[in-house]
């Protein structure tokens, strides 16, 4: 079946301006959670939705940050004012749920590169 | 707070060695446990997973791991190394109950011919 996707592959843009990255999760998903991951670096934690639930925004780095889930499916993690420090890749995972709880494994998508120049 | 170790930001094995990737994490109770690959311009690819059944866990392509609570360590290995494998792995671990997984900076594996 179709894995996590996520849109743009590639996104360059100017300091100072928004940027918008896309995700959509494996159907029927519940858990969604987006990282960064900078040059050489392990992944940063970024925000996590599960179903319903208020989403855990503790990993965002400020407020220029953002994410919204849409009808428990498709993700947008916006970025305002863009500084340079922002460049790196975005990742995306999900990750179900079974009969007998959550399976705590995510599947990733490809990531959006962002370059802030 | 959780945290994640993984010895050596780069290791180098010939095709056919012994290949051992160090994981230690920090934690008052023991967590779920994961290997995950990345090859260069992917996403990740989880190789395999402790959430306390059998403590020796194999997983994809022929790697396995052992969760050793006394040393808090999971160590990811592979018998033999192939050209193949060269990517990055990283440890990440989440406590049981939890959501938030902690991962470890990575290890870039190199296979030589």
């Known amino acids: 079946g179709a894995g996590v996707s996520q849109s743009p592959s590639n996104k360059v843009t100017e300091k100072g301006k928004d940027v918008e990255l896309r995700c959509d999760p494996i159907?029927?998903?519940?858990?969604l959670y987006w990282y960064r991951q900078s040059l050489g670096q392990g992944l940063e934690f970024l925000i996590y939705?599960?179903?319903?639930?208020?989403?855990?925004k503790s990993g965002l780095p400020s407020d220029r940050f953002s994410a919204e889930r849409t009808g428990g499916s498709v993700s947008t993690l916006t970025i305002q004012r863009t500084q340079q420090e922002d460049s790196a890749v975005y990742l995306c995972?999900?990750?179900?749920?079974?009969?007998?709880?959550?399976?705590?494994?995510?599947?990733f998508g490809p990531g959006t590169r962002l370059t802030v120049t | 707070a959780q945290s994640v170790t993984q010895l050596g930001s780069h290791v180098s094995v010939s095709e056919g060695a012994l290949v051992l990737l160090r994981c230690n994490y920090s934690?008052?109770?023991?967590?779920?446990l994961f290997w995950y690959v990345q090859y260069p311009n992917q996403g990740l690819q989880l190789l395999l997973k402790?959430?306390?059944?059998?403590?020796l866990v194999k997983g994809i392509n022929g790697f396995e791991a052992e969760f050793k609570k006394s040393e808090t360590s999971f160590h990811l290995t592979k018998p033999s190394a192939h050209m193949s494998d060269a990517a990055e792995y990283f440890c990440?671990?989440?406590?049981?109950?939890?959501?938030?997984?902690?991962f470890g900076a990575g290890t870039r594996l190199f296979v030589k011919a």
């Open positions: 402790y959430t306390s059944a059998a403590t």
């Open positions: 934690s008052s109770v023991p967590p779920y």
């Open positions: 159907s029927g998903h519940t858990a």
């Open positions: 939705f599960q179903g319903n639930s208020a989403p855990d």
């Open positions: 990440a671990v989440i406590n049981t109950g939890g959501f938030k997984t902690i």
């Open positions: 995972a999900s990750s179900p749920h079974t009969p007998t709880g959550r399976t705590y494994e995510q599947y």
